[in-house]
């Protein structure tokens, strides 16, 4: 699931997925001889790319993509394995309904990414980037001495848009 702050925004990401998803040769072989074939794509439409990885339709992926409104209720329906936030900064993830709502959705092995530029010391970005530094800090140092800790929050890594 890729979800924006904006339904056109959210269609572009789509886009890039399914450019890359063109891009890829029909098959690739590694140096151990095994072969994995280019998924074949069920459904292509721009809400949509559903790819099947093999002929029983056992194993496929949708990759989805919703736009964050007040009240949404985006995924709700859904076992998402990955979810991917766009934009977060924008006032439409403020309350942090959207992402509550979706992140219920998400299977307990599963991986949420949020991504965005703050818009001010405040909103939901600002006040997880927050937390999240603190917590997972606080976690880093209690794994020094308890190895086998796990930790299931947000990890704050920060990425300047000039990096390359």
Do not use: C
């Amino acid at each position: 699931m890729q979800m924006a702050h904006q339904k056109g925004a959210s269609e572009n990401l789509l886009s890039m997925v399914k450019l890359a998803y063109n891009a890829l040769p029909q098959s690739i072989q590694f140096e151990d001889g095994t072969i994995i074939n280019k998924p074949k794509d069920k459904a292509k439409n721009k809400d949509e790319l559903w790819l099947v990885y093999d002929d029983a339709g056992i194993r496929d992926s949708r990759i989805l993509t919703e736009e964050a409104t007040a009240g949404t209720k985006a995924a709700i329906s859904f076992a998402l394995n990955a979810i991917h936030y766009s934009e977060v900064g924008k006032s439409e993830f403020d309350d942090g309904k959207a992402i509550g709502t979706s992140m219920s959705t998400l299977s307990p092995d599963g991986i949420a990414i949020a991504e965005g530029t703050a818009e001010g010391a405040y909103g939901w970005l600002y006040e997880t980037w927050q937390e999240s530094e603190y917590e997972f800090n606080e976690y880093l140092k209690a794994k020094a001495s308890k190895p086998w800790l796990r930790y299931d929050g947000w990890i704050p890594i920060f990425i300047p848009w000039f990096m390359h």
